[in-house]
């Protein structure tokens, strides 16, 4: 079975937000980290290796400092390295750019996360799913073989309800945190994997080009501390002050 | 531009899902800016009953895609069956919930109909001829606002709870079922079973009070100073989701999206962001308190009283204050 995860890499830390050029949004950040449920991808693929062999790739796309998250899946026991350079917020754009690198990748099995930290959209897995028009589940949160081509996963619906799903391969399953305990990477091995080089895909590449990443058909107007929908009222003080005052306000609902 | 607003039903078992109240409510809203009419689809087998149920909602027309073979259809073929329909409809704004079922549903459609798509949508306005949304970026402690552009189709996919339900002049809107051949559209899986959580023993939704802990606990081992802390005051320990996906708390504690909805008297979020799949599953509470080190924490947009702090200061505070009575 070949694996294909897509790992993002994603900024923590986020400071001086501002909206830029080209509808995207510029800021500080202070590192890198492998989104979360994209490393809870990583750990169910390397589950899935154990149990039925094949290979795992690791895919971002992004700027070169985006690589980290690479080591980071190489580390944790990827057995290729990709990255597309590219640098896209659009979430459509995004799935435009990752589908026409899997279509060069190939694989039976792709797993996306369900959503990334920074854009909050949860919409690149699917999205990507439909462009490379193959069958997907979004929120699994367990997966097994079933047959030759096909799988069963389980799927969150919301609510305390879920869903089991046969899917055929090859197909894109978009991973819900929590799949797999995630493994602690010692040092050393992230050392280790450093040493290897990520394959550099360019747009050209996989047969795109930066016209195509340009998002369409709506404009940022502003970025900004939302308008509380509630006026929280703050409560200051000592600690014994505080809960004083708490617990009188608790008195008061009925 | 031509086109209506419409609305995208959630349903289960018969019953809309609240949500689907709470977009018919924002959608008549601005159907009636727009100057246009207010539409709903209802997908799925036997949905008579849940069209009949939103006829008096507030829409002006409901349209149904009733089969056999959405029954255990995969979100492949719901989706395809659904482009199918909003291809006769053509709105210019669909809305649907940011739920679970719509996160898979929504980047599912916008890809087949090539519509500009804004999922996790705060809001959603009709300022100066377009239709524009906020949604939240980062850690959630801003929010962007993106404007559609005028003559765009787009869908948009509102958060749980981001705005309320209000009652709506009945329309008797019609109820008409769309001529699609499921059958003949490509099936891409099958749903195999439908799964409900068992009801345990530990119940949260049943508690008046919650103490409800995050990541910001740092340790499980500090679990017990949150349970403690929910005893005094005569209420349960609840969680948010990293939590449970980390082994320090089963699932039936977990509040939110894909966890337990409640409506408690008080909610007391200790250590919790406050991301909106949290939010969807306690906003409705009637007192929220919340003890988060941040003041920038998107829990304090929905709080009624917050505390920046440490919350290793205050919850054990609230104990012994609480058990002196
Ligand atoms: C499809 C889907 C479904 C989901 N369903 C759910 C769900 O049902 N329920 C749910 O909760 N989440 C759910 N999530 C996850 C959700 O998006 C967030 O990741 C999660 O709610 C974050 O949990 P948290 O607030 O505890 O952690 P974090 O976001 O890491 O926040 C920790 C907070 O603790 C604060 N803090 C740290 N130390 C202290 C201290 N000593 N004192 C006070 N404050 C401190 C920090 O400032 C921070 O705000 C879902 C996500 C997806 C994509
Ligand atoms: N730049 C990227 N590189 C690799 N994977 C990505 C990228 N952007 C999004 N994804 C995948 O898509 C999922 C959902 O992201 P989003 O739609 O941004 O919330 C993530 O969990 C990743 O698996």
Known sequence: MKI?????????????VAVGEGNALTYRSQFQAMNECDEYAMEEAIVLKRQMGGEIIALTMGGITTQEVLYTAAAKGADKIIRVDAQVQDPRAASKVLAAALKKIGGDLILTGTQSRDSLSSFVGVATAQQLDVPFAFAVTAIEKDGD???????????????????????????????????????ARLMR?????????????????????????????????????????????????????????MKEVR | MPGNVLVI????????????????????????????????????????GVAANLADKGPDAIYTLDDP???????????????????????????????????????????????????????VDYVDGAVVVARPVYDGSL??????????????ALQKGATPTLPLE???????????????????????????????DVDITKADIIVSA??????????????????????????????????????????????????????IACGISGASQHLAGMSESRMIIAINKDPNAPIFQVAHYGIVGDLFEYVPELTAQARKG
């Not at chain 1, 502003?222 to 509630?230: D, I, K």
């Not at chain 2, 069956?81 to 210019?92: G, T």
């Not at chain 2, 929010?143 to 948009?156: C, F, K, N, S």
């Open chain 1, 193 to 249: 994997a450093r040493q290897q080089r990520p394959t550099s895909l360019s747009l050209a590449d996989i047969g795109l080009t930066q016209a195509d990443l340009a998002p369409r058909g709506y404009r940022i107007v502003g970025v900004a501390p939302p308008q509380r929908t509630r006026q929280a009222q703050m409560i200051e003080g000592s600690p014994a002050e505080v809960v004083t005052t708490l617990l009188a306000k």
């Open chain 1, 4 to 16: 294909v995860v897509c790992c993002k890499a994603v900024p923590g830390s986020v400071t001086d």
């Open chain 2, 214 to 267: 995050g990541r910001g606990l740092g340790d499980p081992s500090k679990l017990a100073l949150i349970d403690e802390c929910a005893k005094a005051l005569g209420g349960m320990m609840g969680c948010s989701r990293p939590l449970v996906d980390q082994g320090w708390l089963p699932r039936e504690r977990q509040v939110g999206a894909s966890g337990k909805t409640v409506t408690p008297k008080v909610y």
């Open chain 2, 69 to 123: 073979a959405l029954e255990t259809a995969a979100c492949g073929l719901q989706a395809e069956a659904a482009v199918a329909a909003l291809r006769q409809l053509s709105p210019r704004l669909t809305l649907l919930g940011y739920t679970l079922v719509g996160m898979e549903l929504g980047p599912a459609i916008a890809v087949r109909l090539d519509v500009t798509a804004m999922t996790n949508c705060v809001s």
């Open chain 2, 9 to 48: 039903a959630e349903h289960w078992k018969g019953e809309p899902e609240g949500v689907t109240f709470q977009m018919l409510t924002r959608g008549r809203a601005l159907a009636d800016q727009m100057g246009c009419k207010l539409d709903v689809l209802v997908i799925g087998h036997g949905v008579g």
């Open chain 2, 143 to 156: 929010h962007a606002r993106m404007a559609i552009d005028p003559d765009t189709p787009a869908l948009v």
């Open chain 1, 149 to 187: 081509n096909a799988i069963r996963v389980r799927k969150e619906l919301g609510g305390g309800r879920s869903a089991d799903v046969r899917l055929p391969l090859p197909a894109l399953v978009c991973i819900q945190t929590g799949i797999q305990p995630l493994n602690y990477v010692p040092p």
């Open chain 2, 170 to 200: 009945s329309k008797n809107a019609p109820v008409e079922k769309l001529p699609v051949d499921v059958a003949s559209l490509p099936k891409r899986g099958e749903v195999l079973q439908f799964i409900e959580e068992p009801v345990s």
